[in-house]
């Protein structure tokens, strides 16, 4: 990538689709990746607003790192907001709902962080099918999105060790970290 002010190379364009405190701590860290370089984020969330790290919204932390943001409630306003954006890179971090077709032809490269050590466990509920199969260890997955869901080629994985008295609240909680380190 170019560096900021390099008229080299265009900026790259990156939207960040997700939710919750593994959302939060992805821009903390993609702040930090922007010094330096030439980089466009926008950052779509979910309907509900879910609870984020205590006292902060992702809203504010868009606001304080100058990414703009987009509450999207239907699938058809992804496409306009990420059409109009024209992406690079899109990045699913805990999105509620599969991203369609035509989003993910919108760019050469979209990727997911899913909360499981897949192939195990594609879908949703990842932390209840862990404890509920008797799994000893759960994580984080980033893959390539394709249209069969969670089935993309794996780029990285992080596992976790599952403690015997594991609730879907601890688990949850150890997949945060589980994603930020994926995300690095």
Request: net charge negative; proline share 5%.
């Amino acid at each position: 990538m170019a560096s900021a002010g390099s008229s080299s190379e265009p900026s790259k364009r990156v939207a960040i689709l997700g939710q919750k405190d593994a959302l939060a701590r992805a821009l903390c860290d993609l702040v930090q990746l922007k010094q330096g370089r030439d980089l466009e984020v926008i950052v779509l969330l979910p309907a509900i607003p879910k609870v984020c790290l205590p006292g902060i919204s992702i809203e504010d932390l868009c606001g304080a790192f100058g990414f703009p943001w987009r509450r999207c409630v239907q699938d058809k306003q992804v496409f306009a907001v990420l059409e109009s954006f024209q992406p690079d890179l899109i990045v699913s971090i805990l999105w509620p709902r599969r991203l369609q077709e035509d989003v993910l032809g919108l760019c050469s490269d979209c990727i997911n962080f899913h909360p499981s050590l897949l192939p195990r466990h594609r879908g949703s509920m990842t932390q209840f099918w862990a404890i509920y199969e008797g799994d000893s260890e759960s994580g984080t997955t980033c893959h390539r999105m394709v249209h069969e869901f969670d089935a993309g080629r794996i780029i990285h994985q992080v596992a976790i060790a599952l403690a015997p008295d594991e609730t879907a609240l601890s688990l949850n909680l150890k997949m945060v970290g589980a994603i930020q380190r994926c995300f690095q």
